[in-house]
């Protein structure tokens, strides 16, 4: 089973307007971190925020905030006014504990986002 | 700060070659990876490190190499290239620790022909 699903292949957005990308994850394990990262056409991959399993408060950095509903588990990336640069692919990872994994990253297939002006 | 560099940027094998590709990180992290990236696909894991000496394979090993002599470098070895290598290859390190973001290199464009 995947342990970390992103519905959306792609999404279309306004410049200035909010959107919403999803991911939803599978684990038992009660101590997990998730991630989000950027993709621009050029190739990087670009850290944007992190969220901890038992963190109480959701994570935000910037025009960046992350949903995280724990019982749902679902950790959605929020990006508020949009803006013609943030066209790129955005990936959902996932760490789970300590254990043998040795808290390896396990992404998702990624979601594209296209800014419209 | 160089952070991950990997090189070569861009590399075309032909079938049943061999090639190395390099890692390099100047941030002192323990962990390393090396990830690839088929079209339209996450990332998936090849091989990992958790420092000097000791690596370990991921999800998709089959085909790779690793070594890590140093806490720098981080070789990629593929021997006797298949078509199915033909992918986009990330590597990437980070701190230990349980909310450490992974840095990326600019990652390598790998065709075999």
């Known amino acids: 089973a995947q342990k970390i699903t992103q519905t959306q292949p792609g999404m279309f957005v306004q410049e200035k307007e909010a959107v919403t990308l999803d991911c939803t994850y599978d684990?038992?394990?009660?101590?997990?971190?998730l991630f989000w990262y950027k993709q621009p056409s050029s190739g990087e991959m670009i850290f944007l925020i992190y969220?901890?399993?038992?963190?109480?408060q959701n994570a935000t950095e910037g025009r960046y905030s992350l949903n995280f509903q724990k019982a749902r588990k679902s950790a959605n990336l929020v990006i508020s006014a949009s803006q013609l640069g943030d066209s790129a692919m955005y990936f959902c990872a996932m760490r789970e504990g300590y254990g043998g994994s040795q808290g390896n990253l396990i992404f998702g297939k990624g979601t594209k986002l296209s800014v419209k002006p | 700060n160089a952070g991950v560099t990997q090189t070569p940027k861009f590399r075309i094998l032909k079938i049943g070659q061999s090639m190395t590709l390099q890692c390099t990180q100047d941030?002192?992290?323990?962990?390393m990876y090396w990830y690839r990236q088929d079209p339209g696909m996450g990332l998936k894991l090849i091989y990992y490190s958790v420092g000097a000496g000791i690596t370990d394979k991921g999800e998709v090993p089959n085909g790779y190499n690793v070594s890590r002599s140093t806490t720098e470098d981080f070789p990629l070895r593929l021997e006797l290239a298949a078509p199915s290598q033909t992918s986009v290859y990330f590597c990437?390190?980070?701190?230990?620790?349980?909310?450490?973001?992974?840095?990326f290199g600019q990652g390598t464009r790998l065709t075999v022909v």
């Open positions: 684990t038992s394990d009660p101590s997990y971190g």
């Open positions: 941030m002192n992290h323990n962990y």
């Open positions: 969220q901890g399993s038992y963190d109480q």
């Open positions: 990437a390190s980070r701190h230990q620790g349980e909310n450490t973001e992974a840095f």
